[in-house]
Every structure is written in structure tokens, then in C-alpha cells.
């Protein structure tokens, strides 16, 4: 009860001030949350909650505009993948796992391409590991600037600056396994709908492997919702439903902490 009330008063309070404060200041402030620096302060917190409001009032088109033109394709985009240039293992060991068992089950795959590859890191760690072994590794991403300094920085790899919807609609999917890892947090509902589909058109060597983090209650909410910042909470499964792809594994970790009910969901998924 506490809680929700301190979260109701913040709210009202972020509300107030995002009308009365000078236009140049909030959207000073605006381009500092979606570069997405930490607020120093209370008044910078309740703030960057009113931010965050706002930007789940607006349509989806205009949602997936500025996530992907305002930070993932720019330079506050390049700058977080610098920051994050870490593998981070740990929260890919199940994917790896399921990455495994697919390349096993169909040995002829020629591509393995990652969505959101930002630094490259992962895909080289791959590579290292093998899995390039007899095919291509490929890494795509909005960051036009991050994916030439991969191509530099990584020579027996591939990086391509775009959306993965366009290469997927231009390539053939015969042989085609796609990965993600936290990135499919960042589309909407409707995106990642269309995501599904377009993975649905390929054929029995195609397949989807991602772990994304959700606060749903599976049992319970089907709803996709906002989650920090651009992030959205997705029941994947549920998103899934028609789209002609079927989820075949599953694995769920619980990677809450206090009362948060996080959980980490990594499946694999091939058309059906």
C-alpha cells in the first residue's frame, strides 16, 4: 500500500511539472533519459517517470520511431554498446544450450544470425566456440556506425547495418537460424508480431531462438505492458498465436530479485 502510494504521488507530481516547466528544459532533460543516463537526483526521477508516461501514451509507429531513430541508431546507441561490451554469458548460458541442440538437429543450417548484435562480442564468442564451423555467422543492427567498426573489428564475421523485418523479407530463411538476446524487449506488440510472421515463412530448417526478460505473470496476463524506460514486458507465446510459428522449447528462469517477478524466457521456435 506504501508503495503504491509513493508510486501515485511521483506520478501526479511528474504530471504537474511536465506542464508547467519551460519546454526547453524538459526536452533537455528528455534527450538525457532516452540516452539513457541514470537520474541524479529525486526531481530527475520523477521526471524521468513522467518521461517514460508519455512515451507509452504515444502509437505504436511513433513508439518504434523514436527507440530506433532517437538512441538505437545513433550515437547514444554506439555509446551503451561500448559501455555494455561484455558477453555476459551467464544470462545466454540456456540459449546456448537450445543454439546447440538446433545446429545439431540440422546440421546443413548455413546462417546463424543475431538481431541486435551491438558490439559484436557475442557472435565472435561463437564463432570461438564453433558454431561458425560450415556456415556464416551474421550480426545485424540499427547502429550503422557500431556495425562498421564490427566489420573492422571482427574479419571472419559479418555485420549489416538495418532491420531485421527487411533481411528477413529479402533472403531466403532455407537453413536460416535467428537469435536474440534482450532484444526483442524493444519492439511493440504489433512489431513483434510481424517479426513472427515473417519467421514463419521460412521451412523446417528454419528456426527462432531467443531468452528476453518479462515481469508478466505467465499464468495470468497476456497483455504485453510497459517495463523501464522503452522496454516492454511480452508474453511471447501468446504473441505468437496465428502467426503460422510455433513455439517447440521452452526453458524459464526466475532472475527477480526482492518483489520483483522477473523471469528469463529462452525457447526455440520454428514454423509450423
Known amino acids: 500500500m506504501r508503495a503504491e502510494l509513493k508510486a501515485k504521488t511521483k ?5 504537474a511539472l511536465g506542464r508547467v516547466l519551460p519546454s526547453d528544459l524538459t526536452e533537455g532533460m528528455r534527450e538525457e533519459w ?10 530527475e526521477r520523477v521526471m524521468w517517470g513522467e518521461f517514460q508516461r508519455q512515451y507509452y501514451a504515444l502509437p505504436e509507429h511513433e513508439l518504434r520511431r523514436l527507440n530506433r531513430d532517437r538512441f538505437w541508431a545513433n550515437a547514444d546507441g554506439k555509446k551503451w554498446f561500448e559501455e555494455h561490451d561484455d558477453v555476459r554469458l551467464e544470462q545466454r548460458k540456456a540459449l546456448v544450450n537450445q543454439l546447440r541442440e538446433v545446429l545439431d538437429e540440422l546440421p ?3 546462417t546463424v544470425i543475431e538481431v541486435g548484435a551491438g558490439s559484436g562480442r557475442f557472435l565472435e564468442w561463437l564463432g570461438n566456440e564453433g558454431f561458425g564451423e560450415g556456415r556464416s555467422l551474421v550480426g545485424i543492427d540499427l547502429n550503422a556506425a557500431q556495425m562498421a567498426d564490427n566489420n573492422e573489428r571482427f574479419p571472419g564475421l559479418t555485420f549489416i547495418a538495418g532491420e531485421i523485418q527487411e533481411w528477413l523479407k529479402s533472403n531466403p530463411l532455407d537453413g536460416v537460424v535467428v537469435i536474440a538476446v534482450g532484444t526483442l524487449q524493444y519492439f511493440t506488440p504489433s512489431e513483434l508480431q510481424d517479426f513472427f510472421r515473417l519467421m514463419a515463412t521460412g521451412n523446417n530448417t528454419t528456426r527462432l531462438v531467443f531468452a528476453e526478460v518479462t515481469n508478466l505473470d505467465l499464468a495470468r496476463e497476456t497483455e504485453s ?14 504473441l505468437m498465436n496465428g502467426t503460422g510459428l510455433t513455439l517447440t522449447k521452452k526453458v524459464l528462469e526466475d532472475v527477480g530479485s526482492g518483489s520483483q517477478p522477473y523471469v528469463r524466457l529462452t525457447a526455440t521456435c520454428k514454423p509450423s
Open 108 to 110: 546443413g543450417t548455413k
Open 11 to 15: 506520478d501526479l507530481l511528474g504530471r
Open 225 to 238: 505492458r510497459p517495463r523501464k524506460r522503452t522496454a516492454f514486458s511480452h508474453h511471447y507465446e501468446h
Open 34 to 43: 532516452f540516452a539513457a543516463r541514470t537520474p541524479r537526483n529525486v526531481f
